[in-house]
């Protein structure tokens, strides 16, 4: 894929799950390479220089260096934390739902410079925390949906139907909509 063993990426961290006894796999949405899976080595040793920067939500600059098992992150910056988000639950929740979209949504190795805009530009409207948070979220479903081709300009849906069709795309159930509702009440009233 990459010529060269180690190149920069901007990225939106997703999702991340932990591995070995300190490590953690990370998946990024890169703004140059699309969505990736990488290995984050000794990230949760309380020690580790690169441990904060790799949370959910946050826009990063990183290193990767492709070896023969993968991807590997070997340097980490954060550009954007996001912080209000997470002092947050309802706003903290609703990025959750996003970032689960996007994961889920968008394939490997697909560059979406769009998406990838739409979800910064997002991200940033949450965390001013002086937004209407239910308006923004439906507002980035429909707009990822219709980037993506699963949805037509033309076609409207209520917000109350977006979390089903999506489903219905993946043909298996979202995780954060039930989160959604108890916490929230859902995308609407």
Known sequence: MHARPSYTVDAIILKRRATGEADRVITLFTKQYGKMRVLAKGVRRVTSRRGP?????????????QGKGGKTLSEVETVEAFTAIRENLALLSYT???????????????VHRDTFDLLVETLTKLNTRETDVRRI??????????????????KRLSPGELPQFIETILERRLTTPPILRRLMGGLVE
């Open 53 to 65: 920067h790799v949370e959910p939500a946050a826009y990063v600059r990183c290193v990767l260096h």
């Open 96 to 110: 959750y739902y996003i970032l689960e979209l996007v994961e889920k949504l968008l394939p490997e190795a697909q």
């Open 137 to 154: 979220t439906v507002y980035f479903c429909r707009t990822l949906l219709v980037q993506l081709g699963f949805l037509s300009h033309e």
